[in-house]
């Protein structure tokens, strides 16, 4: 961050500052970083948001969030038992993904349901065998709890697999092959087993980079305009790219421990694979830390109060890094407007670079462009910053 | 004793609303989040970007491509002619699922040779991959339908006839907005009480407040009743924009919904006010409502369901108010809950509650020095 000499004189006019010596700029710099390495390193809160914090979210949101429903509780009601009943409910109790209980009557059933006991029912009628021999063929009744939309449409998907194994088992038992006329072969790429944790895991590493870089140093340099210390320090003949630079270089060495941790827990605790390039990781991550800490420092600089600065960063950064980026919720799916508003969420662009640097290896078209949305987004928001810090004291 | 208690009321609302920036933090970012949220939260899918890569000129195989092309579901972007094209569109993200129809298809389709689609997927995001290929096979087995019936061949002896309760159309927006009433309310609630105690321990005000005649009792009523009074307000702002806006159903009664609201605010007090408690500045109170706020939203059952996680992390969900909350709300707007099963989830959060807020108390006095 280089200053143009034009803006370097006239900096020097508004702080009463004595002429710079040579090697002087390095020196205050290297001061700078010291002061802010020591004031982070006293304060533990810090440390902790850096190092303790990134462990305990991925252990937290890698355990804690999973799309992937397992042994999910269904009432089977059978109002009148017969052999062909009797192999349905084999099929449904070999599924693993349904935890099939027993009913005959209907009301029961629904009972069950009403209380959240089970999320879903199956009716086979009193006349299932029967109509099992009509033309039109037996209706086998699903009924999902639809609160919980997701998941009752992922239920509604298990009950169709155990429903084509089932058919796929009777024609068997009967000596014919059951061919439907068309047979779709379904093809997973990246992520063969649809594990829904490969996929989480990568963006959630966007969500603690922006808590990282973001509402810290919010936090930090509100406190410092709250206390007036950004003021003294604007008295003296550092200049305001050097205390914002001052401010930068610790809090992205933090930031960046904090990710090389992320990533080692991704791949080692989490096993989600990581097929890209190692590199490439490194200067997507750096331009999204700095475009965090940009986030941070502007937004202190703009409230110069930690409440609000607090309030503004969590609103304006961590909550659309969680629901705007891509790392839960499908962008492509939300309306014009939203979709809109993703393009200024910078967590949006690391989202989709580590998703893909993740399971799909280094994919340039999507790796460039997403770097340089983010180069443009910390430009933006450094010069902001410099711009607005520097107004204040006129 | 009330008087004196009224009195810190109204000061500890003064030092809220005196702050033109805090009123404004309290009031417009919830709205706008509610808004953008409702829009966003969804796990619904629709506008699938589709390349077809046909390499079947025949009647059958354009018949199946065209029902890819029909659908509202399917957004079809590209038309491919070469295996290594698939990669390209795939990579990108141009295109989240490749429909390949092989040369053979029409010829084995009238053959009675099983006629093969593959169906190809982006798993970056499994969720999304999961419902493309349920929608995506849905189509495939209308066509077989079709061409069974079509050829006077036997349908299956049964069918699957899928219906669901409170929510028939499995939209995910009447999930996600009243899931949105408990976390905003989390949120707003946690960070107001997390600051009364630190910014007094901050200014010094707080050891000034510990030796007058207040007892820890009444600073207790006195810190809790004005984010009790944003909170149900806050709450009561979301309820209303999720029935008008949103248009969600509202099919419980709304007595009972107060009820869950104001216990739960109790309980998220508690715990902020044993964070302000704990810390010795603001800065630390808000991080430490963050660590308090963020857990506590990802293992409610807010995004994903709490029948997902490990055993042992469900134990732990048990300790969490907005896990109840959740229930409660998402319960009375869409399902009509009965009070029964309300008070299940009322009293582990009035638990919580006196838990908290007792601990909150002692904290005043003993976090001193």
């Known amino acids: 961050m280089t200053a143009p000499p034009s803006a370097r004189s006239r900096e020097g006019g508004a702080a009463p500052a004595p002429k710079p010596i040579p090697g002087g700029r390095r020196m205050r710099l290297i001061g700078l970083v010291r002061k802010e390495s020591l004031q982070i390193l006293r304060d533990p809160s810090s440390i902790s948001i850096a190092f303790v914090l990134p462990v305990i979210l991925l252990l937290l949101f890698g355990f804690g969030i999973s799309l992937d429903a397992k042994h999910v509780p269904v009432a089977l009601v059978i109002e009148n038992p017969t052999s062909e009943t009797a192999s349905f409910a084999g099929s449904l109790i070999g599924s693993r993904y349904l935890a099939p209980v027993i009913f005959s009557h209907r009301r029961q059933a629904e009972e069950a349901m009403e209380e959240h006991r089970v999320d879903a029912m199956v009716v086979l009628r009193a006349d299932f065998a029967r109509r099992l ?40 038992e009967q000596g014919r092959t059951l061919d439907p006329p068309v047979v779709a072969e379904q093809r997973v790429w990246f992520n063969a087993e649809v594990r829904s944790r490969n996929f989480l895991v990568p963006g959630l590493i966007a969500i603690i980079m922006t808590l990282i870089g973001t509402l810290l140093t919010a936090l930090v340099v509100a406190r410092e305009w709250e206390r007036g210390t950004m003021e003294a320090l604007m008295v003296t003949p550092v200049r305001i790219g050097e205390i914002l630079l001052g401010k930068l270089i610790p809090y992205f060495v933090l930031g960046m421990g904090g990710m090389a941790i992320s990533t080692a827990m991704a791949v080692w605790v989490f096993d989600v694979p990581f097929r890209g390039s190692f590199a490439v990781l490194l200067v997507v991550s750096a331009l999204f830390m700095i475009t965090a800490l940009g986030m941070g420092l502007l937004i202190s600089t703009v409230v110069r109060s930690q409440f609000v600065a607090g309030q503004v960063a969590i609103v304006v950064a961590f909550l659309p890094a969680f629901i705007l980026s891509g790392f839960i919720f499908d962008i492509a799916s939300m309306p014009p407007v939203v979709r809109a508003i993703t393009h200024v969420i910078p967590a949006r662009y690391f989202v989709s670079s580590l998703q893909t640097l993740f399971l799909a290896g280094t994919v340039w078209p999507i790796v460039l462009s997403d770097g340089a949305a983010l180069a443009l987004m910390a430009t933006i928001f450094l010069g902001l910053t410099r711009r607005k810090s520097r107004k204040s004291l006129e | 004793m009330w008087n004196r208690i009224g009195a810190l009321i109204a000061k500890e609302f003064v030092a809220v609303w005196s702050d033109k920036k805090s009123r404004f933090v309290i009031i417009v970012p ?99 991959a999961l419902i493309i290929l349920g929608y995506a096979s849905r189509i495939i087995a209308e ?209 919580i509650a006196v838990l908290s807020l007792s601990g909150a108390a002692w904290l005043f006095r003993h976090r001193l020095g």
């Open chain 1, 133 to 172: 021999w009509s033309p039109a063929g037996a209706p086998i009744q699903v009924i999902v709890n639809g609160t919980d939309a997701n998941t009752g449409r992922i239920i509604g998907g298990y009950m169709d697999g155990v429903w084509q194994g089932w058919l796929e088992q009777r024609a068997l």
């Open chain 2, 30 to 128: 919830p709205i706008v989040q509610l808004l953008v949220f409702g829009y966003a939260a969804t796990f619904d899918v629709d506008h699938v970007a589709t390349a077809i890569y046909n390499e079947d000129g025949g009647l059958a195989a354009r018949e199946l491509v065209a029902r890819f092309e029909g659908s509202p579901t399917f957004d079809v972007v590209a038309r491919l002619d070469h295996e290594a094209e698939i990669a390209e569109v795939v990579d990108p993200k141009i295109a989240s699922l490749v429909v390949h129809v092989g040369e053979t298809f029409s010829r084995d389709l009238i053959a009675h040779r099983p006629a093969r689609v593959q169906l190809i997927v982006d798993g970056r995001e499994s969720n999304t």
């Open chain 2, 143 to 351: 066509f077989n339908q079709e061409w069974l019936s079509l050829h006077g061949e036997p349908q299956p002896p049964a069918s699957l006839v899928v219906r669901a309760w409170f929510n028939p159309n499995l939209l995910s927006r009447w999930f996600i907005v009243p899931g949105i009433v408990a976390l905003l309310t989390l949120v707003v609630t946690t960070v107001v009480t997390a600051l009364t105690v630190a910014r007094e321990r901050e200014l010094g005000t707080f050891e000034q407040l510990l030796v007058t005649p207040f007892r820890p009792f009444e600073i207790l009523v006195g810190k809790a009743v004005p984010p009790l009074v944003i909170g149900l307000v806050g709450g009561s702002v979301i309820i209303l924009i999720a029935v008008l806006w949103f248009k969600v159903p509202f099919r419980g009664e709304l007595a009972l919904l107060y009820a869950g609201l104001f216990v739960y605010i109790l309980a998220v007090i508690g715990v902020g006010l044993m964070i302000s408690s704990i810390s010795r500045t603001q800065q630390q109170a808000i991080l430490g409502a963050f660590l308090f706020i963020v857990p506590a939203v990802i293992l409610s059952g807010f995004a994903t369901p709490i029948a997902n996680m490990p055993p042992i992390i469900q134990d732990v969900t048990l300790a969490n108010p907005m896990r109840y909350f959740l229930i409660i709300v998402r319960g009375i707007f869409l399902e009509g809950l009965p009070a029964p099963l309300v008070y299940d989830q009322l009293w582990p959060m009035a638990l």
